[in-house]
């Protein structure tokens, strides 16, 4: 990456915080101005509120990110024998098995809300590559049941004391998820980091950009540079954004903040 160039981080606060978790960056001023201002509500009382709009706070980080050895990734869904390969499953400090079974426990908790991240979108499939309906997910008495587990356990390998050995990579396969969903596990970071990757590259989901586009900027959302758009993981057509994601504290070179709004004009006067 050129060590020169500007990456920009947008929030709703002064302060930049740590990189625990993979902060998200982008090489368009106009992404992080979005990401700085606050959503609109469709469902409040006044116009103002219903609106994308930007606080006193409302802020963009601007720094150079170091990212040598990043892991890339060229779509905006993935699945788990995906991470498993990127992973590099099967070879010395790779994703173990274990590890692989800790990503299915957290897709699991995340879309029952027992796992930080909110929502997210992913595809079970057969074994003949049917989608399974996920409005008819498995139900249990005993606690919350969802193909994930059924999809963990039918690939998971056991050892002679009932350790996971191993995992199969084709019924992995059969579960596809947003990118970021993977990338926002603290297990995948965790091996990432053993592996030598400094960081995460990919095209990233950029949901409510219509609208914020619109209340921001005064533009349609695909007029505003630095956004794309791509197939998603129930191959639906979304709008992204390259999103980088140092992981380390030493990869993010600070040089300037600044109030969202002394940045429009880069985006609506002609500079953007």
């Not at 625990?20 to 106009?30: E, K, L, N, P």
């Not at 004391?161 to 970071?189: C, H, M, N, P, W």
Request: proline content about 4%; some cysteine.
């Amino acid at each position: 990456m050129d060590p020169e160039k500007l990456y920009y981080r947008g929030t709703q606060r002064r302060e930049l915080g740590g990189v625990r978790g993979a902060q998200s960056w982008t090489d368009a001023i106009a992404v992080a101005l979005i990401w700085s201002a606050v959503p609109g509500d469709p469902w409040a009382s006044s116009r103002e509120r219903r609106e994308a709009h930007f606080i006193d706070t409302s802020t963009v980080h601007a720094a150079h990110l170091a990212l040598h050895h990043p892991l890339v990734i060229r779509e905006t869904y993935m699945d788990v024998a995906d991470v498993m390969r990127a992973l590099h499953y099967g070879k010395p400090e790779g994703i173990t098995g274990e590890e692989v079974r800790k990503v299915f426990n957290y897709l699991h908790n995340r879309i029952y809300g027992k796992a930080p991240g909110g929502e997210f979108s992913y595809v079970v499939v057969d074994e003949d590559g049917e989608p399974l309906d996920e409005h008819d997910e498995p139900f249990s008495l005993t606690g919350t049941a969802s193909y994930i587990l059924d999809l963990r356990d039918e690939a998971a390998q056991y050892g002679w004391d009932d350790k996971v050995v191993g995992i199969d990579i084709k019924v992995a396969e059969r579960l596809s998820a947003d990118a970021y969903v993977f990338f926002d596990s603290k297990t995948v970071q965790t091996v990432a980091r053993r592996l030598g990757f400094d960081g995460f590259v990919y095209p990233d989901l950029f949901q409510g950009c219509e609208s914020a586009a619109r209340d921001l900027f005064g533009l349609e959302c695909d007029e505003v540079e630095g956004i794309d758009d791509a197939r998603d993981v129930k191959y639906e057509t979304v709008f992204t954004h390259r999103t980088y994601r140092p992981l380390t504290e030493e990869s993010v070179v600070q040089v300037w903040d600044a109030p969202s709004l002394t940045l429009l004009t880069d985006v609506v006067g002609g500079g953007g």
